[in-house]
């Protein structure tokens, strides 16, 4: 593993159903993030976590579910999922949450949701 | 609110220079990134300005004010692969990016 690996790399999901989203780093770097990128629009922040054990909410949290137990993997839980979460998912890490810290992505989870 | 502005798209000539303009009004600044973003891809970290002026790495600078909440990216010398999507993000008081929706860049030859 080298940097950030994200998986599955696609899915199509049927409204209502749980989905866990795995994003693992080997960096041993503390900030962890998850965001949803849709068309015409930034990046937009879901959960975070700032150091093993934390977890914080971002933007758009309603709908998903984060947990943080060790250093390298920051899974992102759809309880039930719904169309309009249909979008591409990046996980991204840095060092530290703040100062001249640059976010480093994995390559991204194309989700549908139908 | 927060809000990030960039322009939608742009188009350029191989060779030849572009500026990418970003503004922002954000609660807090701690930092301004550029990244860039090659459809189907991840973003990948192309500059950071926490302190007014210009900072230069290769053929990119990229330039903040922060007094006027403005800052630039700009490419020299274009190549083809620099078609791409250009995304600007504010670090607020919370320490979180704030993202703008990205330029996306064409040249042409």
């Known amino acids: 593993i080298a940097g950030i690996t994200q998986a599955p790399t696609s899915q199509i999901l049927a409204a209502g159903r749980r989905m866990t989203l795995r994003c693992t780093q080997d960096m041993r770097h503390n900030a962890m993030y998850w965001y949803r990128q849709d068309l015409g629009l930034g990046l937009r922040l879901i959960h975070y976590?700032?150091?093993?054990?934390?977890?914080g909410k971002g933007e758009v949290p309603d709908g998903y579910s984060v947990s943080r137990a060790n250093t390298d993997d920051f899974p992102l839980t759809l309880a039930s999922a719904v169309p309009s979460q249909t979008s591409v998912y990046f996980c991204a890490s840095s060092a530290e949450s703040g100062g001249y810290n640059e976010q480093f992505f994995g390559p991204g989870t194309r989700l549908t949701v139908l | 609110g927060q809000n990030i502005d960039q322009p939608t798209e742009m188009t350029a000539t191989e060779g030849a220079i572009v500026q990418i303009n970003c503004t922002y009004q954000?609660?807090?600044?701690?930092?301004l990134f550029w990244y860039q973003q090659h459809a189907g891809e991840a973003p990948t970290f192309l500059s950071y300005n926490v302190l007014d002026g210009l900072e230069e790495k290769g053929r990119f600078s990229s330039f903040l004010s922060r007094s006027k909440g403005y800052s630039y990216l700009l490419l020299k010398e274009l190549q083809m692969k620099d078609s791409a999507s250009y995304l600007c993000a504010v670090r607020d008081s919370n320490y979180q990016l704030i993202w703008g929706a990205g330029t996306k860049l064409i040249i042409k030859p």
């Open positions: 976590s700032n150091t093993a054990g934390t977890t």
């Open positions: 954000t609660s807090g600044f701690n930092g």
